[in-house]
């Protein structure tokens, strides 16, 4: 085979996605950790406008991605204790909705907002710490 062909071929099998690089999980975690942006802004959204339904919803789907299996990315005792403070916060935040209760809503907003970036400071503490 002509190495153009060969190239041609590669190029064709890598587009039709039969050849799957290593980043094909990366992306994959990429999707399910971003959808956690995405339900926050639902939940903004629900909260200024006063639809508790989408800040229930928002909260609740947030809190069913951290019990997913693609969530347990590490095991460490520090990362399993910021999931189950995250899915806390998150639940909180789906009482608050399902009362009605509009300040305690975007309190435990706030609270579900710490949780998200304590914890990915965390992340990057980590990483930090492989590189040393
Ligand atoms: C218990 C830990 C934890 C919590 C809490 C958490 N995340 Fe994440 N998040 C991760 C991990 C792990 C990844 C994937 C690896 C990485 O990108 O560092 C990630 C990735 C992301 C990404 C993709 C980053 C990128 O590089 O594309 C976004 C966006 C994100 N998270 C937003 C949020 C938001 C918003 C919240 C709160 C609603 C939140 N996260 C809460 C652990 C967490």
């Not at 959204?45 to 693609?70: C, H, N, P, R, W």
Request: glycine share 4%; with cysteine; aromatic share 6%.
């Amino acid at each position: 085979m002509k190495p153009l062909t060969l190239c041609f071929l590669l190029t064709t099998a890598v587009a039709l996605g039969l050849i799957r690089g290593p980043s094909a999980a990366a992306d994959e975690l990429d999707d399910f950790m971003r959808a956690k942006l995405i339900h926050s802004q639902n939940v903004v959204e629900g909260l200024v406008l006063g639809d508790f339904e989408k800040i229930g919803k928002g909260a609740q789907e947030m809190s069913l991605l951290s019990l997913a299996a693609t969530w347990q990315v590490l095991q460490t005792p520090q990362y399993i204790e910021y999931s189950k403070k995250f899915r806390k916060s998150a639940d909180a935040l789906s009482e608050a909705a399902r009362k009605k209760n509009l300040d305690q809503a975007t309190k435990d907003y706030n609270v579900v907002l710490q949780r998200c970036v304590e914890c990915h400071k965390y992340l990057r503490d980590v990483r930090m710490a492989r590189v040393d």
